[in-house]
């Protein structure tokens, strides 16, 4: 069993920025999704192991950056630029995930508890 830890969720006004933070062990991909009140869960960013290749979201491409540091066994989600639409729980995935599968909710195994996401003046 992998425990996901997320940290760094909060409120934060229009164009402000925030850095989430997903501690993990093990070689997976890496993911952070989100979801909004009567939402479904959607794709955000994703990292291969290796950080040789990431994808995101049309919505933030621009906006956010995924990294991690294998070292610290923790992925970041640095968010700028923020609007009130980026509103919302964002969750840590993990999993053994296929190229092809790494924008999709059933490609992680994974999950972490979730932190809140603010955008307001």
């Known amino acids: 069993q992998v425990e996901l830890v997320e940290s760094g969720g909060g409120l934060v006004q229009p164009g402000g920025s925030l850095k989430l933070s997903c501690a993990a062990s093990g070689r997976y991909v890496m993911a952070w999704f989100r979801q909004a009140p009567g939402k479904d869960r959607e794709f955000v960013a994703s990292?291969?192991?290796?950080?040789?290749?990431?994808y995101y979201a049309d919505s933030v491409k621009g906006r956010f950056t995924i990294s991690r540091d294998n070292a610290k066994n923790t992925a970041y989600l640095q968010m700028n630029s923020l609007k009130p639409e980026d509103t919302a729980v964002y969750y840590c995935?993990?999993?053994?995930?296929?190229?092809?599968?790494?924008?999709?909710?059933?490609?992680?195994?994974?999950w972490g508890q979730g932190t809140q996401v603010t955008v307001s003046s």
């Open positions: 995935a993990a999993g053994n995930t296929i190229t092809s599968m790494m924008r999709d909710v059933r490609g992680y195994t994974y």
């Open positions: 990292i291969k192991w290796n950080a040789g290749s990431s």
